[in-house]
Each structure stands twice: as structure tokens, then as C-alpha cells.
T-cell receptor
Framework: DVKVTQSSRYLVKRTGEKVFLECVQD?????MFWYRQDPGLGLRLIYF???????EKGDIPEGYSVSREKKERFSLILESASTNQTSMYLC?????????????????FGPGTRLTVL | GQNIDQPTEMTATEGAIVQINCTYQ??????LFWYQQHAGEAPTFLSY????GLEEKGRFSSFLSRSKGYSYLLLKELQMKDSASYLC???????????FGTGTKLQVIP
């Protein structure tokens, strides 16, 4: 069973704080992703990584950074949290898929972290 | 860029059939996903279509027409537990990232 875990289900932080969200997967997947999900806006990609120390910007990277020092772990960092970063944050992982087969493309999601910035 | 359109909400009756449509515009199409997401939970994978046609998996089927930029998810014999959001998502060729639509919230009523 693929397992993607996130460090917290709920988190409350103050404006200006540095926030770390951790994600760990146990299936040796190359790809890892960070999304945020907001009502009416759906899932939006913040950053993704296809290998250790490699990262690519997603659609909304502003205000965020990431770190991938080990294959199984992908961290999302809010350098200075702001109220507009209050959201549900979802981590996902997948194999590096160049094949058209579903198992090489399916993303497995963690349970999510609901972050509130006051 | 990419543009994905899905209806925001749908209601259907238990035991019936419902079709959730997804239209898209993209360059370099690679494949189209459908995910299910129950309220407060993470999305879970339903299907991935690469070629045109219908793929059936139990009560769920997914259809793709690449020339029309169109897909649908068909749910048969609806059950109350099918009440969830259904997310259409695109993967572009040569890229590992996936772009999600805003999702269709399906309510199944008795």
C-alpha cells in the first residue's frame, strides 16, 4: 500500500512566522508535488520535484519554497506566512511517468494539512 | 497554457446513471485523469485516459476524445457513497506536472 504522510493535519500560525510542511512517501517515487486547495479554485500546483535536489515551479510558487534532500521527503516552506496562505495543503507522489500506463502516472495524495494563518 | 472546464455541481438520484463532463484546451496533450475526492479527504485515483474511447472499470467508466478536447466520467448504479467531488486533470507531454480542474461536486439523493 502506497503511503504518503504529512506532518500535521491541522496547523495554526501567526503572520510572519516561518512554516515548514513535511511530506514523506514510502514507495520510492521519483516525483513529489505540493498543491494547495481552495474553494472554487480547485487544486493548484505550488512546486514539484522529479529527483533529489531538483525542483520546478508550479503555477503559484510565489511566497513558497521547497526542499528535497532525500528521495522520500519533500518539504514546503512558507518563509513569512501571510493570511492569504490560509489553505488546505496536499502533498502527492508518483513514479516518473513517460509511459501512458496509469501506474506510471497516478498521483498518490497525503491526507492534507489545513493551515490557518492568523 | 491549459484550460479545463467542468460543471460546478450536479445532483443525481440513487440507482441512476450520471455523466460528468470535462472539456479542455491544451498543447501537447499526454493524458487525462479523473480523481474522486470525498469532503475532508484526499483525492483518490479513478482513471487515466491516453487514447480515444471508453474505458470501463466496474461502475465507473471514462471516455476521451482528443480531437474534441472532451472527456466524461460515467457513474452507473449510483450509491449514496458516490457523493463526492470529481476532479478532471490533464498531463501535458514531456512534463511531469498535472493541472487540475476545479472539480464537480456530485450529490446523490435518495
Amino acid at each position: 500500500d502506497v503511503k504518503v504522510t504529512q506532518s500535521s493535519r491541522y496547523l495554526v500560525k501567526r503572520t510572519g512566522e516561518k512554516v515548514f510542511l513535511e511530506c514523506v512517501q514510502d514507495m520510492d517515487h521519483e516525483n513529489m508535488f505540493w498543491y494547495r486547495q481552495d474553494p472554487g479554485l480547485g487544486l493548484r500546483l505550488i512546486y514539484f520535484s522529479y529527483d533529489v535536489k531538483m525542483k520546478e515551479k508550479g503555477d503559484i510558487p510565489e511566497g513558497y519554497s521547497v526542499s528535497r534532500e532525500k528521495k522520500e521527503r519533500f518539504s514546503l516552506i512558507l518563509e513569512s506566512a501571510s493570511t492569504n496562505q490560509t489553505s488546505m495543503y496536499l502533498c502527492a507522489s508518483s513514479l516518473f511517468g513517460t509511459s501512458g500506463r496509469a501506474r506510471y502516472n497516478e498521483q498518490f495524495f497525503g491526507p492534507g494539512t489545513r493551515l490557518t494563518v492568523l | 497554457g491549459q484550460n479545463i472546464d467542468q460543471p460546478t455541481e450536479m445532483t443525481a438520484t440513487e440507482g441512476a446513471i450520471v455523466q460528468i463532463n470535462c472539456t479542455y484546451q491544451t498543447s501537447g496533450f499526454n493524458g487525462l485523469f479523473w480523481y474522486q475526492q470525498h469532503a475532508g479527504e484526499a483525492p483518490t485515483f479513478l482513471s487515466y485516459n491516453v487514447l480515444d474511447g471508453l474505458e470501463e472499470k466496474g461502475r465507473f467508466s471514462s471516455f476521451l476524445s482528443r480531437s474534441k478536447g472532451y472527456s466524461y466520467l460515467l457513474l452507473k448504479e449510483l450509491q449514496m457513497k458516490d457523493s463526492a467531488s470529481y476532479l478532471c486533470a490533464l498531463k501535458r507531454g514531456g512534463y511531469q506536472k498535472v493541472t487540475f480542474g476545479t472539480g464537480t461536486k456530485l450529490q446523490v439523493i435518495p
